[in-house]
Protein backbone atom coordinates (compact mmCIF):
# COMPACT_ATOMS: atom_id res chain seq x y z
CA UNK A 1 0.00 0.00 0.00
CA UNK A 2 0.87 3.57 -0.23
CA UNK A 3 3.19 5.29 1.93
CA UNK A 4 2.33 8.78 3.70
CA UNK A 5 -0.80 10.38 2.55
CA UNK A 6 -3.20 8.57 0.02
CA UNK A 7 -5.62 10.50 -2.02
CA UNK A 8 -6.58 7.98 -5.03
CA UNK A 9 -6.58 8.68 -8.80
CA UNK A 10 -10.14 7.83 -10.05
CA UNK A 11 -8.53 4.62 -11.85
CA UNK A 12 -7.09 3.69 -9.02
CA UNK A 13 -10.06 3.20 -6.60
CA UNK A 14 -11.24 -0.34 -7.95
CA UNK A 15 -7.97 -1.90 -7.05
CA UNK A 16 -7.75 0.71 -3.30
CA UNK A 17 -11.43 -0.64 -2.60
CA UNK A 18 -10.30 -4.71 -3.49
CA UNK A 19 -7.40 -4.15 -1.51
CA UNK A 20 -9.30 -2.33 1.76
CA UNK A 21 -11.77 -5.04 1.79
CA UNK A 22 -8.62 -7.64 2.22
CA UNK A 23 -7.31 -5.33 4.71
CA UNK A 24 -10.65 -5.76 6.68
CA UNK A 25 -10.93 -9.60 6.07
CA UNK A 26 -6.91 -9.66 7.53
CA UNK A 27 -8.45 -8.03 10.40
CA UNK A 28 -11.19 -10.40 11.17
CA UNK A 29 -9.31 -13.53 10.67
CA UNK A 30 -6.33 -11.99 12.87
CA UNK A 31 -8.96 -11.32 15.85
CA UNK A 32 -9.60 -15.71 15.63
CA UNK A 33 -13.62 -14.99 15.39
CA UNK A 34 -13.52 -16.54 11.32
CA UNK A 35 -10.90 -17.66 9.07
CA UNK A 36 -10.86 -16.08 5.97
CA UNK A 37 -8.01 -17.39 4.44
CA UNK A 38 -9.53 -18.91 1.65
CA UNK A 39 -11.51 -15.95 0.16
CA UNK A 40 -7.93 -13.81 1.25
CA UNK A 41 -6.31 -15.65 -1.14
CA UNK A 42 -8.73 -15.23 -4.17
CA UNK A 43 -8.80 -11.45 -4.01
CA UNK A 44 -5.46 -11.23 -3.76
CA UNK A 45 -5.38 -13.00 -7.02
CA UNK A 46 -7.86 -10.69 -8.29
CA UNK A 47 -6.44 -7.84 -7.04
CA UNK A 48 -2.81 -8.56 -8.86
CA UNK A 49 -4.95 -8.81 -11.70
CA UNK A 50 -6.46 -6.00 -11.48
CA UNK A 51 -3.47 -3.89 -11.06
CA UNK A 52 -1.67 -5.46 -13.66
CA UNK A 53 -5.05 -4.73 -16.26
CA UNK A 54 -4.56 -1.25 -14.84
CA UNK A 55 -0.84 -0.04 -14.67
CA UNK A 56 -0.16 -1.94 -18.21
CA UNK A 57 -1.99 0.15 -20.46
CA UNK A 58 -2.00 3.71 -19.01
CA UNK A 59 -2.81 6.45 -21.01
CA UNK A 60 -0.07 9.28 -21.10
CA UNK A 61 -2.54 12.40 -18.90
CA UNK A 62 -2.81 9.25 -16.58
CA UNK A 63 0.93 8.83 -16.06
CA UNK A 64 0.72 12.46 -15.55
CA UNK A 65 -1.58 12.06 -13.02
CA UNK A 66 0.69 9.20 -11.49
CA UNK A 67 3.42 11.80 -11.75
CA UNK A 68 1.32 14.07 -9.51
CA UNK A 69 0.62 11.51 -7.08
CA UNK A 70 0.12 13.09 -3.81
CA UNK A 71 1.79 10.10 -1.67
CA UNK A 72 5.09 9.62 -4.62
CA UNK A 73 8.40 9.72 -2.56
CA UNK A 74 9.92 13.22 -3.34
CA UNK A 75 13.92 13.89 -3.03
CA UNK A 76 14.34 13.51 0.40
CA UNK A 77 12.68 10.19 0.37
CA UNK A 78 15.25 9.20 -1.48
CA UNK A 79 17.93 10.77 0.03
CA UNK A 80 16.53 9.01 2.94
CA UNK A 81 16.90 5.73 1.32
CA UNK A 82 20.07 6.01 -0.76
CA UNK A 83 22.17 7.93 0.82
CA UNK A 84 23.95 8.43 4.05
CA UNK A 85 25.62 11.18 5.85
CA UNK A 86 23.79 13.76 3.95
CA UNK A 87 24.33 17.01 4.84
CA UNK A 88 22.06 19.95 3.85
CA UNK A 89 23.83 23.11 2.71
CA UNK A 90 21.42 26.57 2.30
CA UNK A 91 21.26 29.55 0.54
CA UNK A 92 22.66 31.20 -2.37
CA UNK A 93 24.83 33.94 -0.71
CA UNK A 94 23.12 36.90 -2.46
CA UNK A 95 19.18 36.92 -1.39
CA UNK A 96 17.94 34.10 0.43
CA UNK A 97 17.40 30.25 0.88
CA UNK A 98 14.82 28.39 -1.75
CA UNK A 99 13.55 25.78 0.10
CA UNK A 100 12.42 24.67 -2.93
CA UNK A 101 15.65 23.32 -3.89
CA UNK A 102 17.13 20.98 -1.49
CA UNK A 103 20.97 20.22 -1.67
CA UNK A 104 24.04 18.89 -0.12
CA UNK A 105 26.53 16.25 -0.15
CA UNK A 106 26.04 12.82 0.68
CA UNK A 107 27.94 9.27 0.72
CA UNK A 108 26.50 7.33 -2.18
CA UNK A 109 28.50 3.64 -1.47
CA UNK A 110 30.75 4.85 0.68
CA UNK A 111 31.62 7.58 -1.98
CA UNK A 112 31.01 11.39 -1.55
CA UNK A 113 28.54 13.06 -4.18
CA UNK A 114 26.65 15.97 -4.15
CA UNK A 115 22.90 15.64 -4.01
CA UNK A 116 20.99 18.05 -5.20
CA UNK A 117 16.70 18.80 -6.52
CA UNK A 118 13.10 19.74 -6.11
CA UNK A 119 11.05 19.30 -3.25
CA UNK A 120 7.62 19.33 -2.68
CA UNK A 121 5.51 19.50 0.56
CA UNK A 122 2.88 16.87 1.67
CA UNK A 123 0.33 18.89 2.78
CA UNK A 124 -0.99 22.73 2.47
CA UNK A 125 1.37 23.95 5.27
CA UNK A 126 4.57 22.17 3.45
CA UNK A 127 3.79 23.31 0.19
CA UNK A 128 3.85 26.67 1.56
CA UNK A 129 7.01 26.30 2.57
CA UNK A 130 8.20 24.98 -0.52
CA UNK A 131 6.30 26.83 -3.04
CA UNK A 132 5.15 23.54 -4.41
CA UNK A 133 8.15 23.05 -5.75
CA UNK A 134 8.43 25.77 -7.95
CA UNK A 135 11.74 27.68 -7.36
CA UNK A 136 12.62 30.81 -7.24
CA UNK A 137 15.93 32.56 -9.15
CA UNK A 138 17.81 32.07 -5.31
CA UNK A 139 16.46 28.32 -5.76
CA UNK A 140 19.02 28.30 -8.69
CA UNK A 141 21.41 30.27 -7.75
CA UNK A 142 21.41 27.76 -4.63
CA UNK A 143 21.83 24.90 -6.89
CA UNK A 144 24.64 26.44 -8.87
CA UNK A 145 26.61 27.15 -5.92
CA UNK A 146 26.40 23.54 -4.97
CA UNK A 147 27.51 22.38 -7.97
CA UNK A 148 30.12 24.70 -8.54
CA UNK A 149 31.32 23.79 -4.92
CA UNK A 150 31.14 19.89 -5.68
CA UNK A 151 33.09 20.61 -9.21
CA UNK A 152 35.85 22.16 -6.72
CA UNK A 153 35.72 19.23 -4.49
CA UNK A 154 35.51 17.19 -7.96
CA UNK A 155 32.63 15.38 -6.49
CA UNK A 156 29.94 13.77 -8.41
CA UNK A 157 26.87 15.42 -9.15
CA UNK A 158 22.93 13.86 -8.62
CA UNK A 159 19.92 15.65 -9.78
CA UNK A 160 16.50 15.09 -9.06
CA UNK A 161 13.83 16.78 -11.18
CA UNK A 162 10.57 17.27 -9.93
CA UNK A 163 8.61 20.72 -10.85
CA UNK A 164 5.77 21.95 -12.58
CA UNK A 165 8.39 24.72 -13.18
CA UNK A 166 10.15 27.76 -12.46
CA UNK A 167 7.96 30.36 -10.31
CA UNK A 168 6.37 32.71 -12.72
CA UNK A 169 5.78 35.70 -9.82
CA UNK A 170 6.81 39.19 -10.24
CA UNK A 171 9.16 39.15 -7.93
CA UNK A 172 10.69 35.84 -8.92
CA UNK A 173 11.21 37.72 -12.98
CA UNK A 174 12.72 41.28 -10.65
CA UNK A 175 15.06 39.29 -9.49
CA UNK A 176 16.09 37.22 -12.88
CA UNK A 177 14.34 34.48 -13.15
CA UNK A 178 15.43 33.63 -16.78
CA UNK A 179 19.10 34.39 -16.33
CA UNK A 180 19.32 32.29 -13.60
CA UNK A 181 18.01 29.46 -15.06
CA UNK A 182 19.95 30.92 -18.30
CA UNK A 183 23.36 30.63 -16.32
CA UNK A 184 22.48 27.30 -14.63
CA UNK A 185 22.58 25.88 -18.38
CA UNK A 186 25.33 27.34 -18.78
CA UNK A 187 27.89 26.41 -16.33
CA UNK A 188 26.04 22.77 -16.24
CA UNK A 189 27.37 22.03 -19.63
CA UNK A 190 30.86 23.02 -18.84
CA UNK A 191 31.42 21.98 -15.02
CA UNK A 192 34.23 18.94 -14.72
CA UNK A 193 32.35 16.21 -13.18
CA UNK A 194 30.33 13.31 -13.61
CA UNK A 195 26.60 14.31 -13.62
CA UNK A 196 23.79 12.13 -13.30
CA UNK A 197 19.83 13.85 -13.54
CA UNK A 198 17.34 12.00 -12.92
CA UNK A 199 13.23 12.92 -13.64
CA UNK A 200 11.44 11.50 -10.56
CA UNK A 201 7.99 13.19 -10.97
CA UNK A 202 7.38 16.21 -12.84
CA UNK A 203 9.56 18.01 -15.63
CA UNK A 204 8.45 21.20 -16.24
CA UNK A 205 9.99 23.14 -18.64
CA UNK A 206 12.81 25.12 -17.98
CA UNK A 207 12.30 24.90 -14.30
CA UNK A 208 13.58 21.56 -15.02
CA UNK A 209 15.84 21.52 -17.29
CA UNK A 210 18.13 24.47 -15.27
CA UNK A 211 19.24 21.29 -12.97
CA UNK A 212 19.00 18.81 -15.77
CA UNK A 213 21.89 18.91 -17.92
CA UNK A 214 23.40 16.11 -17.24
CA UNK A 215 25.63 13.31 -18.55
CA UNK A 216 23.27 11.09 -18.32
CA UNK A 217 19.77 11.62 -17.98
CA UNK A 218 16.88 9.37 -16.27
CA UNK A 219 13.12 9.28 -16.16
CA UNK A 220 11.46 6.91 -13.52
CA UNK A 221 8.82 4.62 -15.64
CA UNK A 222 5.53 6.90 -14.45
CA UNK A 223 7.51 10.64 -14.59
CA UNK A 224 6.78 13.12 -17.18
CA UNK A 225 9.10 15.41 -18.96
CA UNK A 226 8.01 18.63 -21.30
CA UNK A 227 8.19 21.77 -22.47
CA UNK A 228 4.96 22.54 -20.61
CA UNK A 229 2.53 21.15 -18.89
CA UNK A 230 -1.08 19.50 -20.59
CA UNK A 231 -3.47 21.79 -19.12
CA UNK A 232 -0.87 25.00 -20.67
CA UNK A 233 -0.56 23.10 -23.58
CA UNK A 234 -4.48 22.91 -23.59
CA UNK A 235 -5.35 26.38 -23.07
CA UNK A 236 -3.10 27.65 -26.25
CA UNK A 237 -3.62 24.98 -28.67
CA UNK A 238 -7.84 23.80 -27.96
CA UNK A 239 -8.91 27.64 -26.22
CA UNK A 240 -9.71 24.63 -23.27
CA UNK A 241 -7.55 23.39 -20.14
CA UNK A 242 -10.27 20.70 -19.51
CA UNK A 243 -8.52 19.25 -22.76
CA UNK A 244 -5.37 18.01 -20.72
CA UNK A 245 -5.46 14.66 -22.05
CA UNK A 246 -5.71 15.37 -25.63
CA UNK A 247 -2.87 17.92 -24.85
CA UNK A 248 -0.70 14.71 -23.19
CA UNK A 249 -1.07 13.20 -26.10
CA UNK A 250 0.35 15.75 -28.34
CA UNK A 251 3.10 16.48 -26.12
CA UNK A 252 4.66 12.77 -26.27
CA UNK A 253 6.21 13.64 -22.75
CA UNK A 254 6.06 9.98 -20.90
CA UNK A 255 9.23 8.03 -20.25
CA UNK A 256 8.50 5.90 -22.79
CA UNK A 257 8.24 8.66 -25.77
CA UNK A 258 11.25 10.05 -24.50
CA UNK A 259 13.31 7.05 -24.56
CA UNK A 260 12.04 6.31 -28.44
CA UNK A 261 13.66 10.10 -29.04
CA UNK A 262 16.36 9.12 -27.83
CA UNK A 263 16.17 12.68 -25.07
CA UNK A 264 16.46 10.82 -22.42
CA UNK A 265 19.07 7.93 -21.55
CA UNK A 266 17.30 5.37 -19.22
CA UNK A 267 14.14 4.34 -17.59
CA UNK A 268 13.74 3.43 -14.27
CA UNK A 269 11.00 0.89 -13.59
CA UNK A 270 8.97 1.49 -10.66
CA UNK A 271 6.98 -0.77 -8.28
CA UNK A 272 3.78 -2.27 -9.71
CA UNK A 273 1.20 0.33 -9.44
CA UNK A 274 3.35 3.40 -8.95
CA UNK A 275 6.50 4.26 -7.10
CA UNK A 276 3.79 5.83 -4.48
CA UNK A 277 3.12 2.05 -3.40
CA UNK A 278 6.28 0.68 -1.87
CA UNK A 279 9.33 3.69 -1.50
CA UNK A 280 11.93 1.07 -0.70
CA UNK A 281 11.46 -0.92 -3.90
CA UNK A 282 11.35 2.72 -5.57
CA UNK A 283 14.29 3.69 -4.10
CA UNK A 284 16.43 0.14 -5.18
CA UNK A 285 15.52 0.49 -8.48
CA UNK A 286 16.65 3.82 -8.85
CA UNK A 287 20.01 2.98 -6.87
CA UNK A 288 20.75 0.01 -9.20
CA UNK A 289 20.52 2.76 -12.18
CA UNK A 290 22.35 5.54 -10.50
CA UNK A 291 24.97 3.41 -9.89
CA UNK A 292 25.14 1.80 -13.14
CA UNK A 293 25.69 5.03 -14.99
CA UNK A 294 27.89 6.97 -12.45
CA UNK A 295 30.15 3.91 -12.70
CA UNK A 296 30.44 4.25 -16.50
CA UNK A 297 31.07 8.45 -16.35
CA UNK A 298 33.73 7.60 -13.56
CA UNK A 299 36.00 6.08 -16.46
CA UNK A 300 36.03 9.01 -18.40
CA UNK A 301 38.43 12.20 -18.20
CA UNK A 302 37.24 15.59 -17.72
CA UNK A 303 37.50 16.16 -21.35
CA UNK A 304 35.97 13.44 -22.27
CA UNK A 305 33.35 14.15 -19.61
CA UNK A 306 32.42 17.79 -20.92
CA UNK A 307 32.24 16.42 -24.73
CA UNK A 308 29.98 13.26 -23.77
CA UNK A 309 27.42 16.21 -22.31
CA UNK A 310 27.88 18.68 -25.16
CA UNK A 311 26.95 15.64 -28.18
CA UNK A 312 24.33 14.49 -26.00
CA UNK A 313 22.26 18.14 -26.34
CA UNK A 314 23.57 18.84 -29.61
CA UNK A 315 22.38 15.53 -30.75
CA UNK A 316 18.36 16.72 -29.69
CA UNK A 317 16.22 17.43 -32.55
CA UNK A 318 16.14 17.00 -36.11
CA UNK A 319 17.23 20.72 -37.44
CA UNK A 320 16.28 21.46 -41.09
CA UNK A 321 16.63 24.43 -43.51
CA UNK A 322 16.77 25.49 -47.39
Not at 117 to 132: C, D, I, L, P, W
Amino acid sequence: MANGINYPLDFERPLIELEKKIDELKALSASGSVDFTSEISKLEKKAKKLQTEIFSDLTRWQVVQLSRHSSRPYLMDYVQHLFTDFFELAGDRSFGDDTSIVGGFARFDGRVVMVLGHQKGRNTKENMARNFGMPRPEGYRKALRLMELAERFEKPIFTFVDTPGAYPGIGAEERGQAEAIAKNLEVMSRLKVPIVSTVIGEGGSGGALAIGVGNRVLMLENSVYSVISPEGCASILFRDPTKADKAADALKLTAKDLKTMNIIDDIVPEPAGGAHRDYPKAAENLGKALRKHLGELSELSVDDLIQDRYQKFRALGVFSGR
